[in-house]
């Protein structure tokens, strides 16, 4: 059974989301629209649709479903929690299309410099199999000293059968297994830490909702860590959850917690008890948040391109200069210098 990937979930999002604003049945209109979709997407949906035809809740339906990720489910039980589900599920495309967006601008920054590498790699196979053999030929004619890496060079080449179609092939495998998931790309060094900030936006907005529609404060910390996909903040928001249950103090268990993000921290101790405050606090937070993602995110798509480009651009001028050029100097260097 195919999984729902992150694309897939932007149109089951929007749909639900369209139609709880219509006030349309979900299940006939989700039966209807998956005419119009491909895949796990279109199985998916016209199960579903046909759950809540037979009046299983969203809720119940959602989890029922195999292929669909139990964020997705987690996302929506928190909306119907707090009866504004089309509000969550609109944050939620928000930011799956930022994500979305992030990724494809960093596999157009990497396209050129993949080319570049390919062509690099090329000419260095040429060096190998033609000018290494005419150089080592004219040092042997002229009966001159071969350089030191004369040698290796001739030995490498001398495998290349090995070598020569082995790279390629494990550099495509590499990028097809990043490319295959959307958020491997997007849990690279430095690129990790705008989905982060996403996710914090996210949450942040989540838990403003529940607490406006007077959910009470453990579970809609609860609700709110289901909805996360870091392991290590969902565990600290789950031990907030539990201090909370017990009858323990917001603000005392969130300081303890370094995993929460200092703002959140900040918040519930100067709101204290008041609800709206604290509410209000967490809906700046969420702008905060995704004003530094859409900051991350622009500077991410200036910068990853002009470093690969520097790089293996730099590298393919330094390999010809080191292959052509300093050989060629070496042999006029000895051609011109008195013979014993």
């Known amino acids: 059974m195919p999984a729902v990937v992150s694309r897939d979930l932007l149109l089951l999002a929007d749909e639900l989301e369209a139609l709880m604003r219509a006030g349309v049945p979900l299940g006939g209109g989700l039966r209807s629209a998956s005419r119009n979709w491909r895949g796990g997407l279109r199985a998916a949906a016209e199960r579903l649709g046909a759950r809540l035809d037979s009046g299983v ?3 119940e339906a959602l ?16 909306g119907l929690k707090s009866d504004r589900t089309a509000e969550v599920l609109a944050d939620f495309s928000d930011s799956t299309r930022r994500l979305l967006s992030l990724r494809e601008t960093l596999l157009r920054s990497l396209m050129y410099p993949a ?5 690099c790699f090329g000419l260095f196979i040429g060096l190998l199999l033609v000018l290494l053999p005419a150089l080592a030929g004219t040092f042997e004619s002229f009966r001159l000293t071969a350089p030191a890496w004369l040698g290796p060079a001739e030995a490498l080449a001398a495998t290349i059968h090995l070598w020569g179609w082995t790279l390629p092939l494990a550099a495509a495998v590499v990028g097809a297994w990043l ?8 849990n690279l060094p430095g690129i990790a830490g705008i989905q982060r900030q996403l996710q914090l936006a996210n949450a942040s907005e989540l838990l403003a909702v529940l607490i406006d529609s007077r959910t009470p404060l453990p579970l809609s910390l609860r609700l709110t860590a289901s909805c996360l996909t870091s392991p290590a903040l969902r565990a600290a928001l789950n031990r907030v959850e539990e201090h909370l249950s017990r009858g323990g103090d917001a603000a005392a268990a969130l300081a303890r917690e370094a995993t929460i993000p200092p703002v959140w921290r900040s918040l519930f101790v100067a709101s204290g008890r008041d609800s709206q405050r604290l509410s209000e606090g967490l809906r700046s937070a969420a702008e905060l948040y995704r004003r530094r993602a859409a900051t991350r995110a622009a500077f991410a798509g200036r910068l990853v391109p002009t470093v690969l480009v520097s790089v293996v651009g730099g590298g393919t001028a330094f390999l010809y200069a080191s292959s052509v050029f300093v050989p060629m100097a070496d042999l006029w260097r000895q051609l011109g210098s008195p013979q014993p």
């Open 57 to 59: 809740p969203l809720e």
């Open 179 to 186: 490319v295959a998931d959307p958020t491997r790309l997007l």
């Open 115 to 119: 080319i570049l590498l390919m062509l």
């Open 63 to 78: 989890q029922d479903q195999e292929d669909i990720p139990p964020l997705f489910a987690a996302i929506v039980t928190a």
